[in-house]
C-alpha cells in the first residue's frame, strides 16, 4: 500500500466543501468543548452519534477528528489562563502556563501551544499517514489467538496505567466486560444477563454508559462538591504572539514532545497523561533555567502540549489498523465506525480506503483550521467560560437526556442512565478510573468472539492461545505490565507509583 | 465527606455481589458449545469470577486501610465540604425522566431536569429556570426531530 497517492486521495475527499464545513464545524466544537468544563471530547461524539446517522460516513468521521483534535487545543487554553485542564492532557501545562500567565506572559504561553500542538499534530498525522498502512498490512497476519493476545495487552495496561490503584483499574475493566455481555450471544442466540426484559436484548448501547459516566455522574458530583466562586481569568496582555527568545526556547520542546507523544499514544496503553509528564520532566532535566520551572518557563507549556496532540494522533493508529481503542474518546470513534457498519482493522484500509484516507487528510485540514481558530480568536472563546454553571450543567443534563431518549425512546435506556450516572458518581467519589469501563464495553464481545474463534479452531485447545509467537508474546508483555510496578515497588519504593 | 478517613466495606462487598450476579447467570447458560469451542456462559462465568476475586481483594485492601481520594475536576473542589442539596437535587434531575419522560414527553421532563440541576448548583429562580428549559427541551424536541432523532411525542398526555 503506497501512502502518498493514497493520501493524496484522501485530500481529494478532504477538500470537498461540504467535508471542509463538517471539520470546520467538528474544530470550533471541539475547541468548545476543550474550554468548557463538564464535557469533553467523547461525551460529545457520543451525543452527535443519533443525529449523525443521517450524514455520509466520511463527514461524520471528519467532523469528529475536528473535534478530538480540538479539544487539545482548547483545553491548553483553560490551563493557562484560569488553572483549569480542560482535558486531563493538559494537567502539565497548567503548571507552568499559569505561571507565565500571572506573570503576564499568557499570550506568549497560549501561542506556544497552539504553535506547539499544529507542529505536533501536523507531525503525529504524518506518522499516522505513513506507520498506519504498514501496521494494517503486517495485522493481516493475525490469528484469531493474535486478536485475543493484544486484547488482553490493552485491558491489561488500561487497567494499570489508568487511575491509581490496579485493582480499581481492573475492577473498572471489569464491570465494562460485565455490560458488555449483556444481550442476545451472536453465536448461539442465547440471550445473557438480561434479567427477563426484552430491552436489553440488544446489549447496553456505549453511548449510554459514557453519557452517564461522564455526564450524569460528572453532575452529580460536581454539585455535591460545588464551588461558586467565579473563574479568575488572567487577562491577556497585547496580542498573541511569541518573541525571538520565546520561538528559541520553544522549537526544541515542540519537537521532543511529539517525538515522546506519538509513540506512546499508539501503544495498546495509550492515553495522555504519561507522555505530557514524561515531556515536562525531560524539559525541566534539558532546560537552560531549571529554577524557573514552577514560576511560568515556556518549555514546560511547549513540550507537554507537543506531546498531549501527538498522542492524540498516535491513538489514532491502534484504533484505525487494528480496530484497538486505547481511550474513551477512541472507544466511542470505535463505536461511531460500528453504527455505520464499518470495523476499523487491516480490512478498512483495503475495503473503505476513501473513508480512511480521507479521514486521515481532514487532520492536516483539520491542524490549519484549528491553528486560525485558536490563535486570533482565543479572546473570543475565554468568554465561553463566562456562561453561568448552574445553566451551563443543566443544559448538558438536557443533551444528554437526547442522546440518551433519542436512541430508541426506552424506558430501559432512562434506568440505565440513572444507575450508570449513580455509579459514575460513586466512581468519581472512590477514585476508579472511568475509561477501563468503557474499553472492557466495547473490546469485551470482541475479545470473546476471537477467543471462541481461536478455541472452536483449536477444537478446545486451550493452549492455542500461546501457539504463535505474536500471540505469546503479546501475553507475556501482559504479564509483565501487570507485575512490573510490583516489582519496582519492591526493588526501589520511589520509583514505583503507589497503588 | 471525606472518603479517605472511612472504611468503605460496602465497596468491596459490592463488587462481589455483582461478580456473583454474573456468575449465577453464568450457570445458567452452556458453558461449552457443541463444537470444540466454549458456550456463551465460559465469559460471562469469567466475568463474574474476577469480579468476585476483585471484589476480594478490595475488600482485603479496604482492611489494610487503602487510601479513596475523591477525583479532582473543575468547578469543585474534592475537600469541599459535601453538598446534601446539591447532591439530591441533581440526583432527583437524574431519576425524573422514569416518572415523566413517558407520560408528559421530552420538552417539560427537561424543562423538570433543566429546573433541578440549576437549582442544585445554587438558582433560585424557579420560574425563570422552568421557562428556560421549556425552551431549551421544545428546540431539543423540534431540532433533533427534523434531524430524525424521534424522542417521542410533544406532550404524550393530551394525545399530542
Not at chain 1, 471539520?23 to 468548545?32: C, D, E, M, W, Y
Not at chain 1, 430501559?412 to 440513572?418: G, S, V
Request: proline share 6%; glycine share 12%; with cysteine.
Amino acid at each position: 500500500m503506497d501512502a502518498l497517492p493514497s493520501l493524496l486521495a484522501g485530500f481529494a475527499v478532504a477538500l470537498q466543501p461540504i467535508n471542509l464545513m463538517w471539520a470546520l464545524v467538528g474544530s470550533i466544537l471541539g475547541t468548545a468543548i476543550g474550554i468548557l468544563p463538564g464535557i469533553g471530547p467523547a461525551l460529545t461524539i457520543a451525543l452527535l452519534l443519533p443525529v449523525t446517522a443521517q450524514i455520509a460516513p466520511e463527514s461524520a468521521l471528519i467532523m469528529f477528528a475536528g473535534i478530538l483534535y480540538g479539544a487539545m487545543y482548547g483545553g491548553s487554553t483553560t490551563s493557562i489562563l484560569i488553572n483549569t485542564p480542560g482535558e486531563s492532557g493538559s494537567m502539565m501545562t497548567a503548571l507552568e502556563g499559569n505561571q507565565m500567565a500571572r506573570r503576564g506572559r499568557g499570550a506568549a504561553a497560549l501561542a506556544t501551544a497552539a504553535i506547539g500542538s499544529f507542529v505536533a499534530g501536523t507531525i503525529g498525522t504524518i506518522g499516522l499517514t505513513f506507520l498506519a498502512p504498514t501496521i494494517a498490512e503486517l495485522a493481516f497476519v493475525f490469528g484469531p489467538e493474535d486478536y485475543f493476545a493484544l486484547m488482553v495487552l490493552a485491558f491489561t495496561s488500561v487497567s494499570v496505567v489508568m487511575g491509581t490503584s490496579r485493582v480499581r483499574g481492573f475492577i473498572a475493566l471489569f464491570i465494562g466486560l460485565a455490560l458488555g455481555v449483556v444481550g442476545i450471544d451472536g453465536q448461539t442466540a442465547q440471550a445473557r444477563m438480561v434479567f427477563g426484559s426484552p430491552e436489553l436484548f440488544d446489549g447496553i448501547q456505549i453511548t449510554i454508559v459514557l453519557v452517564s459516566l461522564f455526564a450524569v455522574g460528572e453532575t452529580i458530583y460536581v454539585a455535591s462538591r460545588y464551588r461558586a466562586d467565579a473563574p479568575s481569568i488572567n487577562p491577556l496582555a497585547g496580542g498573541i504572539h511569541m518573541t525571538a527568545e520565546d520561538w528559541r526556547r520553544s522549537w526544541r520542546p515542540w519537537l521532543r514532545g511529539t517525538a515522546i507523544g506519538f509513540p506512546i499514544g499508539a501503544l495498546p496503553a495509550g492515553g495522555a497523561e504519561i507522555p505530557t509528564f514524561l515531556s515536562y520532566t525531560v524539559e525541566r532535566r534539558l532546560a537552560a533555567h531549571p529554577e524557573e520551572f514552577g514560576h511560568g518557563a515556556i518549555e514546560g507549556v511547549a513540550g507537554p502540549e507537543a506531546a498531549n496532540n501527538a498522542a492524540a494522533a498516535g491513538v489514532l493508529v491502534p484504533l484505525l489498523t487494528l480496530g484497538l481503542p486505547t481511550s474513551s474518546t477512541a472507544a466511542i470513534l470505535l463505536a461511531a465506525f460500528q453504527n455505520y457498519g464499518l470495523q476499523p482493522g487491516p480490512m478498512l484500509f483495503m475495503n473503505n480506503a476513501q473513508l480512511v484516507w480521507g479521514l486521515i487528510a481532514s487532520l492536516y485540514v483539520g491542524n490549519v483550521m484549528l491553528l486560525v481558530l485558536n490563535l486570533p480568536l482565543v479572546g473570543l472563546w475565554v468568554r465561553l467560560l463566562l456562561i453561568p454553571r448552574p445553566y451551563l450543567y443543566a443544559g448538558i443534563m438536557v443533551f444528554s437526556l437526547v442522546g440518551i431518549w433519542g436512541l430508541a425512546t426506552s424506558w430501559m435506556d432512562l434506568l440505565l442512565m440513572f444507575v450508570i450516572g449513580m455509579a459514575g458518581y460513586v466512581m468519581r467519589l472512590y477514585d476508579f478510573p472511568i475509561a477501563p469501563v468503557l474499553i472492557g464495553l466495547i473490546l469485551g464481545p470482541m475479545a470473546e468472539t476471537q477467543l471462541r474463534r481461536a478455541l472452536s479452531i483449536s477444537q478446545g485447545d486451550p493452549f492455542t492461545l500461546v501457539s504463535t509467537p505474536i500471540s505469546a508474546s503479546l501475553l507475556a508483555v501482559s504479564l509483565i505490565v501487570l507485575v512490573l510496578p510490583a516489582i519496582l515497588r519492591r526493588i526501589s519504593p520511589k520509583l514505583a507509583p503507589t497503588t | 465527606m471525606s472518603s479517605s478517613s472511612t472504611r468503605p466495606w460496602w465497596l468491596g462487598l459490592g463488587v462481589m455481589a455483582i461478580g456473583g450476579v454474573w456468575l449465577n447467570g453464568a450457570f445458567s447458560l452452556d458453558v461449552v458449545a457443541n463444537y470444540g469451542g466454549i458456550g456463551p456462559g465460559l465469559f460471562v462465568g469469567l466475568v463474574g469470577s474476577g469480579l468476585v476475586l476483585l471484589g476480594l481483594l478490595l475488600t482485603i485492601k479496604i482492611g489494610h486501610g487503602e487510601r479513596f481520594e475523591p477525583q479532582a475536576t473543575e468547578d469543585m473542589t474534592p475537600d469541599a465540604p459535601f453538598s446534601r442539596s446539591g447532591f439530591l437535587l441533581a440526583t432527583t434531575a437524574a431519576a425524573v425522566p422514569l416518572a415523566t419522560m413517558q407520560p408528559v414527553g421530552f420538552p417539560v421532563t427537561a424543562a423538570l431536569v433543566f429546573t433541578l440541576v440549576a437549582r442544585a448548583f445554587g438558582t433560585r429562580r424557579i420560574v425563570q429556570d422552568l421557562a428556560f428549559g421549556l425552551i431549551l427541551g421544545s428546540a431539543c424536541w423540534y431540532g433533533f426531530r427534523s434531524l430524525g432523532v424521534d424522542l417521542g411525542g410533544f406532550l404524550p398526555l393530551v394525545g399530542w
